[in-house]
């Protein structure tokens, strides 16, 4: 068994190559690593040959495989990435006008089954490890060379799966996405979102160094929220929206609201009140997606000029955006990421 690097923390490489080693060898590795971008263990230069072989004989670097890429017309980028054990992931790289987005997985499926979701249809396969979450970031960095700081690059914890049921992994990647040392991110560049798993905002409130958090609301009542997302049984949107108050933001940070429009469904004039009230005092801005629709998915997609009128009475107080579809083509949208392989 060869043991991935990619995913340890400093101290976990310090315990790798061994105690007789100075602590700057650590660092060396870390940096190597993650600010680096290392694509081979061998290529580590900083590292003496001796300690290269070593590392070799019990570790692998262990970034994920490519088995697949899908481009769009759009620009959108959709992975297929094969993992240790054989099962395949998936991450997708928007590259927009000033800004790069990574859109990556946390989990291989999803055990949240909101019914406008394709990844909901693969339940949950397992959880991705630190190394894994990382490790998306790092193969898609490298090979479409984007830089961590040019101030371009944002990390979106949107793709497959709920991160926060995957929440110590979510947030070991993210320290090492963050620390100044490792990947060396701005904190303003990483976004989690959720489902609305309510003690667990509670618990990542209370990490130090943490991503941005978006809730995905996606209905404006109780019971339609039941059920377009049947997880509110367990934890209300009552409750949500009272730990969302709760949530200690830092003083430069707002929190997300994203809305996804069902045609006939949410996305009336009057839904649009009632999230307005239910965000009311709230530091947050709202993000609003049609509907990507996909096979097995029973709802529309509201026209534009819906979207349009449903934006106009939320925008009256609070901030609220209209992300358009990217990937669609290649099945690398919100909400369509069920490793598709046809066109
Ligand atoms: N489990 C997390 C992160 C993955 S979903 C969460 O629920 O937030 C990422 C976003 O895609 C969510 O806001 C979700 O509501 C949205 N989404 C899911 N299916 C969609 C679809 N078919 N069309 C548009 N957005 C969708």
Redesign the pocket.
Known sequence: MSLPLVGMDLADLGEAIGPDQPPYRARQLYQAIYGGQAAELVQISALPAKMREELTARHCLGLPQTAHRYDSADGTRRYLLRLDDGRTVETVLMPEGERDTICISSQVG?P?D?K???TALLGLERSLTAGEIVGQVLLVARENHLRQDGGRLNIV???Q???LLNLPNVVKATRILLDPAGFGLSPRRITV???GIVPKIEELGREPVRPKL?V?L?ASTEESRRELMPITRKYHLRDLIAACRAYPLRPWEKLTF?Y?LLKGVNDSDADAHRVVKLLANLNAKVNL?A????PE?PYRTPEPERVEAFQRIVRRSLACFVRKPRGLDIYA????LKRYSER
């Open positions: 999803c949240v909101c406008f979701c394709m914890m949107m793709g799966g709920e991160p979102s959720t489902a978006a995905s996606n994203e996804v997606i509907l990507n629709p996909g998915i949208a919100c909400g369509q």
